[in-house]
């Protein structure tokens, strides 16, 4: 079934915006962090859109290279969120504010 | 059965320098098990070592235009110079390291592991030629610098700048991602040499492809800490170990301007009426903000923090002509920023040895009659920093204001011009504050053999360089030639 390129590259932008309207509304680091992983998936998305359409293979490469960044980011990101709460029982990122100017 | 590898590209040698420094990640790491924890500072004479081995292995790259690995990365005269600049900040980092780590109670094997990594991700930016090794560059340093601004566990600033850093750090890497999709659809490749070639004149109205590379920008402009995009700068750098600050300050800058140069100046150039006027606007906000904002704060990391901000303006500027001679001009300034700067962060990092309020500028009251060494290559970096001849800051604006004059941009240099004389105020007010009467007796640690020494050979580059510019300025201009 054919189907036109841009309706892909269409849901991969709401997606992004989503992700990023995500993250700047919620307040929770962890929900604030998938925000991030969403705007990931948009950009994995749009990469295999480009690659079938462009019929390249570079697109998809790049797609498994973010999909593995992501996974160690993730890693460090949640350990970082871990010893955030344990040193400081926050969970709101807006009540993180020890240093203003 | 075989297998060709030919026409894959496979070249150890052009990325030498790159495995060395992981190597030596690596060794460090299982060293780290065995070295009894009163001995952690061999950790750091193996990392030197290492680096030192590593620096030697760049030299080689100096001249060549060597791309390998199906043109991802490449060995020429630029990634040798940023090789060089990036291995002489870690090392001098990882000899200011032991002492300041030991004070704070922080002396895990872990941090020479994370340096070296967050070192090796810079180098591979400096050497990308592709869209996928500068995103693996670039996180490969965040990933690393991510964990060492949080590296004081126990400390809930420097937990709160780890967060702050990897949030806006991932967000910022969604745009550079993203960007990127939309330049890989645009021109159908990766490789910026493929992307260079797709990229023609009519291009400048392929919508797509625009979109994407401003997209590309905020990613990159995030890194470099260029205003609209530096909002994590301040709170990063002054709650991350000031030792971590020092090194992040000045690496990540310069690895980050590399890419830079070589995404507008030598993939784009065909387009660059289409990037030059937003590239201007970030260098004239950064310039405001950095400069406006960093008169106004009292802890000096932060106000250092703004002063990075304005120097990234500074450094942008020397991108907006798009010609060789403003680039030799932005390798000259970056080189000289991480002298400098280096400089300004170390002395912060010694006497921060002393405890968490030290950043605060009250502190400095009287320095010069407590510790006349530190406030007086204190008073050298801040010179520097404000571009005061004879110091190298002030070849570094000059350069940078020449180009602009050459190619006939006003408006930015005007801003430039005004900012500098802005900036004046607040690098002379902590020399002012340091020859200021004290008010009573503060509790003092010694400095230590190696960071005098780091700090005296610092300051005796920021002035000889001031002195004697045309030594850096060769290699800068050579190094600057950059085409596809």
Redesign the interface.
């Known amino acids: 079934m054919p189907v036109p390129a841009y309706t892909f ?1 269409l849901l991969s932008g709401a997606v ?1 915006t989503l ?2 309207i995500g ?1 700047m509304v919620r307040r929770n ?1 962890l929900v ?2 998938m925000c ?1 992983e969403l ?2 998936n ?2 994995n998305l ?2 295999a ?2 690659s079938r ?2 019929n ?1 293979l ?2 998809v ?2 797609a498994f ?2 999909i593995t ?1 992501a996974a ?2 993730v890693v ?2 949640i ?3 871990v ?2 709460y344990r ?2 029982r926050q969970m709101d ?1 807006d009540e ?1 504010d ?2 203003k ?1 | 059965m075989t297998i060709n590898l030919s026409g894959l590209g496979i070249d150890y040698g052009a990325i030498l320098p790159e495995l060395i420094v992981v190597g030596t990640a690596i060794v460090v790491l299982f060293l780290d098990l065995v070295v009894p924890a009163d001995r952690r500072g061999w950790l750091a004479g193996v990392t030197v070592v290492g680096l030192l081995a590593a620096l030697a292995a760049s030299f080689p790259l100096w001249g060549q235009d060597r791309a390998a690995f199906g043109d991802t990365v490449i060995a020429d005269s630029l990634a040798a110079f940023f090789n060089v600049l990036l291995i002489a900040i870690t090392i001098l980092t990882a000899l200011i390291s032991p002492r300041f780590l030991r004070a704070l109670d922080l002396d895990y094997g872990e941090y020479y592991i994370l340096l070296l990594g967050a070192t090796a991700g810079m180098m591979l930016l400096a050497a990308a030629t592709s ?2 090794t500068i ?2 560059g670039i ?1 490969l340093l965040s ?1 690393c610098l ?2 060492l601004s ?1 590296f004081a ?5 420097s ?6 850093y ?2 806006l750090g ?2 910022a ?2 745009f550079l ?2 960007g ?3 330049i ?2 645009a021109t ?3 490789t910026l040499r493929a992307i260079a070639a797709a990229t023609t004149t009519a291009a400048a109205s392929n919508v797509l492809l625009l979109v994407g590379i401003a997209l590309l920008s905020v990613g990159l402009a995030f890194k470099v800490s260029a205003a609209p995009f530096h909002m994590w700068t ?2 990063v750098y ?2 991350a170990p000031t030792v971590v600050t020092t090194f992040m300050s000045v690496a990540t800058k310069a690895a980050a301007f590399a890419a830079i140069g070589r995404i507008f100046i030598a993939t784009f150039p065909s387009i660059s009426s289409r990037w030059y006027f937003p590239l201007a606007l970030i260098a004239i906000f950064s310039l405001f903000i950095g400069n406006l ?1 960093a008169i ?2 009292d802890n000096i990391k ?1 106000m250092l923090a703004y002063s990075g901000i304005a120097h990234a303006g500074y450094i942008l500027l020397g991108i907006l002509p798009g010609t060789t001679q403003g680039f030799t001009a932005t390798l000259f300034y970056i080189a000289a920023y991480a002298v400098m700067n280096f400089g300004a962060f170390a002395v912060v990092t010694a006497i921060g040895a002393g405890g968490e309020q030290t950043a605060d500028l009250s502190y400095w009251r009287g320095l010069f009659y407590r510790r006349p060494f530190l406030a007086t290559v204190m008073t050298i970096f801040m010179l520097s920093l404000a571009g005061i001849p004879p110091t190298v800051g002030f070849f570094a604006k000059l350069f940078v204001f020449q180009s602009l004059v050459t190619a006939q941009i006003w408006a930015p240099l005007v801003v430039a011009v005004i900012m500098t004389i802005v900036s004046f105020y607040y690098y002379l007010r902590v020399i002012v504050v340091m020859l200021a009467q004290p008010d009573g007796a503060v509790a003092e640690n010694r400095v230590g053999f190696s960071t005098s020494t780091v700090l005296g050979a610092v300051a005796v580059a920021t002035v000889f360089l001031g002195l004697f510019p045309s030594v850096v300025l060769d290699w800068a201009s050579h190094a600057a030639s950059l085409h596809f």
């Open positions: 590259l992004f992700g990023a993250f680091p604030v962090f991030i705007m990931l948009a950009v749009a990469f859109t480009m359409y462009l390249s570079d697109g490469v790049f290279l973010v960044v160690a980011e460090v990101g350990a970082i969120i010893q955030v040193a400081g990122v993180l020890l240093m100017e | 869209l996928m995103f693996l996180e990933v991510y964990v949080g566990r126990t400390a809930l600033r937990q709160e700048a780890a967060l702050k990897l949030l991932g967000f890497t969604g991602l993203y990127m999709a939309l890989y659809g159908g490749s990766t301040p709170d002054e709650g904002v106004t704060q932060r």
